[in-house]
């Protein structure tokens, strides 16, 4: 399992934005070379087969211009993971989550089963295609979805039509909500709105804990689920809460306690979860909200191994794009599961699966900024390769193409963010604290160039404006379309040569530690 997701409500940013964030990670040694372009409608395929399941999906005909990350290697897949669409809607996809026996018992999984035989002999048997998965969600979804709400009932009806072969939860954000979605089982499925002054850190576990029936069943204020969840629960006996007392039966809902804990009733709790998954929301969880007590004392309620943190959280301060990115780049610091730090022992700095990990492929940070202008609206920060060497790069989405600097090749390059990114990560690792001020460097002029880049373009359309030069409201307008791929392009070149120099300064400070090094006088 991979990847670790984190939802920020708009009312926990700095600027009002909505933020859905993730990094997408590769399985064990597996290292997925990622670009991030634009996919626009003329190029959005109308029909779509899936290389692990064979299913095909015949797919609407007025599909909206998008973001993605995607494969530079087509041959497993799109694969397009994460972006933003010209309706100013965003979508994470997906962060792979674990479902118990009983819910895979009761909805089992819709997987691919190959032709027995061949055709014309006895016995023989098609194909079976399999269900949907992270291979193709965001490109049969965000296309043709207007609001984070549409995303989760589009899906929704997705699973229900065709199942899935694997449980996954996906993330949708526009100006004004964040919605959290899990598929349960092959074709059941439940969804949560992000509490506008919260943040939700998300490991590979299913995670939605507090689940209203009711309202999921009815006003889908801030829940939702497929329509048969309570029958399907009931059926197969799937809920898990032990009442406080036996008269304390409360509201039901079709026979159901109205409230319910989710991720009891269908999440894993293993020793899986302790190491790999739980100390990733700790971390997160007790920098974000220092303040809360369960996190303090000698014996905190809730320590790296806890499996019952809250699924919503309020942060102390409110937190900003750049704040995300480097949080998703974390690796314990400070504490003694750092595996670059000097605390604790050479045990305990590699016990639990690490936030900013080796095999990260990209991480997106989807800022919907619900004060701008709907054409400045969406802004794509993308950070490929591995979180603590890497920048982020702050790209509006309404665009019809981006750098070629971020259209990332199959092949090792030094014309590629990607590729120079996974260099430098590979010959710092080994003498981390020898290149870490020069990669905190770079990060932190990037970054603010970032935002610079924001502030002043923004502030030069909005003049356009003004003048009645450009239509701000209208998403194709050409003249903004043009400022707009002018100033990605004008960040991208600065962030470039600053990449060029990082790699130089790296290579040197590896190289002259080479163990062929030899000098007249070392002796």
């Known amino acids: 399992m991979a990847c670790t997701t984190l939802l920020v409500g708009r009312l926990a940013t700095n600027d009002g934005s909505t933020i859905v964030a993730r990094n997408e990670d590769g399985e064990d040694f597996s290292f997925d070379p990622k670009k991030l372009i634009v996919v626009n409608p003329e190029d959005q395929p109308r029909t779509y087969t899936g290389v692990a399941s064979h299913l095909t999906i015949e797919l609407p005909d007025n599909p909206l211009r998008y973001t993605c990350t995607p494969n530079a290697d087509p041959s497993n897949g799109v694969w397009a993971e994460t972006g933003i669409n010209a309706a100013n809607v965003s979508m994470s996809s997906t962060e792979t989550i674990s479902a118990n026996a009983r819910v895979l018992g009761a909805d089992p999984l819709v997987c691919y089963q190959p032709a027995k035989g061949k055709p014309g002999e006895a016995g023989y048997q098609p194909e079976i295609p399999g269900g949907i998965g992270e291979e193709n969600l965001p490109t049969i979804t965000l296309p043709y979805i207007k609001s984070a709400r549409e995303g989760v009932e589009r899906l929704g009806m997705l699973v229900e039509r065709y199942g899935t072969y694997e449980t996954n939860g996906v993330a949708f954000g526009d100006e004004k909500d964040v919605w959290y979605w899990e598929n349960i089982g092959g074709h059941h499925w439940i969804a949560r709105r992000v509490p506008d002054d919260c943040y939700v850190v998300q490991p590979n576990r299913q995670g939605i804990d507090h689940f209203d029936l009711a309202d999921a069943l009815g006003d889908q204020h801030d829940y939702m689920c497929s329509a048969d969840l309570a029958q399907w629960i009931k059926e197969h006996d799937l809920l898990m809460d032990m009442p406080q007392h036996e008269a304390d039966a409360g509201e039901t809902v079709q026979g159901l306690p109205r409230y319910f804990n989710a991720r009891i009733a269908f999440s894993t709790y293993t020793w899986l979860d302790q190491l790999y998954n739980a100390p990733r929301k700790w971390f997160l969880c007790s920098r974000l909200t ?20 809250p699924w919503a959280m309020r942060p102390d301060k409110k937190l900003s794009a750049s704040d995300v990115k480097d949080w998703l780049g974390t690796t314990y610091d400070g504490t003694e599961y750092d595996p670059y730090g000097t605390k604790g022992t050479p045990e305990s700095r590699h016990q ?17 900024r619900g004060n701008a202008p709907k054409a400045l609206r969406g802004v794509h920060w993308f950070a490929p390769a591995s979180g603590p060497f890497n920048t982020a790069c702050a790209l509006y989405a309404n665009v019809k193409q981006l750098p070629a600097y971020v259209n990332t090749p199959a092949q090792v390059t030094t014309d590629s963010l990607y590729w120079n990114n996974r260099l430098i990560a590979g010959l710092a690792d080994p003498q981390f604290f020898e290149s870490y001020e020069s990669i905190q460097g770079y990060r932190l002029n990037t970054m603010a160039q970032g935002y610079q880049s924001l502030h002043e373009t923004d502030a030069k359309l909005m003049q356009m404006a003004k003048e009645g030069t450009v239509d701000l409201d209208a998403m194709d307008d050409p003249t903004v379309l043009s400022q707009l791929a002018a100033a990605n392009q004008a960040l991208m070149d600065k962030i470039q040569a600053q990449t060029k120099d990082l790699l130089g300064t790296v290579l040197d400070q590896r190289t002259v530690t080479m163990k062929n090094a030899f000098n007249m006088n070392d002796h």
């Open 290 to 309: 220092p303040s809360d007590p369960r996190f303090q004392g000698p014996a905190p309620e809730f320590g790296p191994e806890s499996l019952d943190i």
């Open 352 to 368: 639990y699966r690490y936030v900013g990990i080796d095999r990260t492929s990209e991480c997106s940070v989807l800022c919907i």
